[in-house]
C-alpha cells in the first residue's frame, strides 16, 4: 500500500477527531489527514468503534496511536486492521503529563530500542504501514546525536518513515502548550537527518503557516506535516491539491464547503446526544481573515449548542459572510 505523504494535517488532541477529518476533505482531496492519537488501552478496553470509526470520504486517514508496550501496540493494530486506515503512526513526541505517567509519547525518545521493539510488533500485526512521529528529542539530550541514534535504531527495526517536529520537548518544567511554542525551531537537523539517510522517508513538521514555507521545506525533505494552522485557518489546504499533487480540479469556495458540510451535519444528528456544535466548532475558522468572519464565528459559537438547533444555524450563520468575497482559488 502507497500513501503520498507529501502534505499532511498533524494529529492534534481535541481536535483532529472524525468530524473535523471530514471537513478538511471538503478543502483538500489529497491531504494525508490523522487521527487524534488513541491510547492501546482505549483501543482494547474501550468502546472500539467510538475511537476508530470514520467516514470512507476520510481516506487517505492515518491512525495514530500512544503507547510503549510492544504486544498492546501489535493487538490494537489487530483491532484497527478491521478499519482499514491507510498507516498506522506511533506517538513518540506528545509531552503531556497524561502520556508521561503513562511512559509512552515523548518519553520514548530516551529509549529507542524499546521503540524499536514496538515497531517490529506493530509492522508484524499491521495491515497497513507503520510509521513514528518524533520529536528531535527531550530535555538534556544532545541534540543531533541523540537524533540520529534514535532513528537508526528504530529503522534497523524496520520503519521506514519518520515524522519530526522540529522541537525538543522538555519533560519538566514546560505545559504541553509551551512544548508547542517555547522550545526554538531546528529545521536544520531534520534537513541533516534527510541528508544522511536518503533512504528513510523524513516528514517535517513544526510552525509551518503558509504553503510557500511549506515549498521551501520540500526542498530538503519528503513531506511537511501542517499542524495548528491547517485547524485555525483551513482553507489554507484549499491550493494544496494544485500546488503539491498536480491536481488541477478547482477547489470549492469556502460556501461551497458549509454547503457540502450541511447532509454530513444532518446525518451527524442522527445519532445519540448530537449536536452542531459538534461539527461546527471545527469550522470556525473558515473564513479567516474575510468579511463577516467575526460574525461566522461568534454566531455558530453562541448558536451551536442550542437546544434542538439544526442546519438553519449554520445557513443563518452563513448568510453573515459576503458571498460575492468568496471566490475559490485559481485552478
Known amino acids: 500500500m502507497t500513501v503520498n505523504r507529501r502534505i499532511s ?3 492534534m ?26 491510547t492501546t488501552g482505549a483501543i482494547i478496553h474501550g468502546d472500539v468503534d467510538r475511537h476508530l470509526r470514520y467516514n470512507t470520504a476520510e481516506h487517505p486517514v ?31 513526541g506528545c509531552p503531556s ?32 504501514p507503520v510509521t513514528v512521529k518524533n520529536r528531535i528529542g527531550i ?3 544532545e541534540d543531533y546525536p541523540s537524533l540520529k541514534r534514535f532513528t537508526e535504531t528504530v529503522a534497523n527495526a524496520g520503519c521506514k518513515t519518520f515524522i519530526v517536529h522540529a522541537r525538543k520537548a522538555w519533560l519538566k518544567g514546560l ?15 531534520v534537513y541533516q537527518l534527510k ?16 504553503l510557500d514555507e511549506t515549498e521551501e521545506h520540500l526542498k530538503h525533505v519528503d513531506g511537511v506535516m501542517i499542524g495548528r494552522e491547517a485547524y485555525q485557518n483551513p482553507y489554507i489546504l484549499a491550493d494544496v491539491d494544485r500546488r503539491f499533487y498536480g491536481d488541477d480540479a478547482k477547489p470549492l469556495t469556502r460556501h ?34 474575510m468579511r463577516g468572519a467575526k460574525q461566522w464565528r461568534r454566531y455558530l459559537s453562541e448558536n451551536a449548542h442550542r437546544k434542538g438547533a439544526g442546519t438553519e444555524v449554520v445557513r443563518e450563520a452563513l448568510a453573515l459572510v459576503p458571498e460575492r468575497d468568496d471566490e475559490a482559488l485559481s485552478a
Request: aromatic share 6%.
Open 9 to 11: 494535517v498533524a494529529p
Open 13 to 38: 488532541m481535541d481536535w483532529t477527531d472524525r468530524h473535523d477529518r471530514y471537513f478538511l476533505r471538503q478543502i483538500s482531496r489529497h491531504t494525508l489527514l490523522y487521527t487524534e492519537m488513541v
Open 62 to 92: 492515518a491512525l495514530q496511536l500512544g503507547g510503549s508496550d510492544p504486544d498492546d501496540l501489535a493487538r490494537a493494530c489487530d483491532i484497527a486492521n478491521q478499519y482499514a486506515y491507510d498507516e498506522i503512526n506511533l506517538n513518540c
Open 97 to 128: 503529563d497524561r502520556v508521561q505517567n503513562g511512559a509512552f509519547g515523548a518519553c520514548l525518545m530516551g529509549t529507542p530500542d524499546i521503540v524499536a521493539d514496538c515497531v517490529k510488533s506493530m509492522i508484524a500485526a499491521s495491515d497497513a
Open 139 to 141: 530535555d538534556d539530550q
Open 175 to 189: 505545559s504541553p502548550k509551551e512544548n508547542r511554542e517555547v522550545p526554538p525551531l531546528k529545521y536544520e537537523l
Open 195 to 210: 541528508q544522511e539517510f536518503p533512504e528513510l522517508e523524513i516528514l517535517i513538521n513544526g510552525g509551518i503557516k503558509t
Open 256 to 289: 461551497q464547503v458549509v454547503e457540502a458540510m450541511l447532509p454530513y451535519i444532518e446525518q451527524h444528528l442522527t445519532e445519540e446526544n448530537a449536536t452542531i456544535g459538534h461539527v461546527t466548532r471545527h469550522m470556525l475558522g473558515l473564513f479567516q481573515q
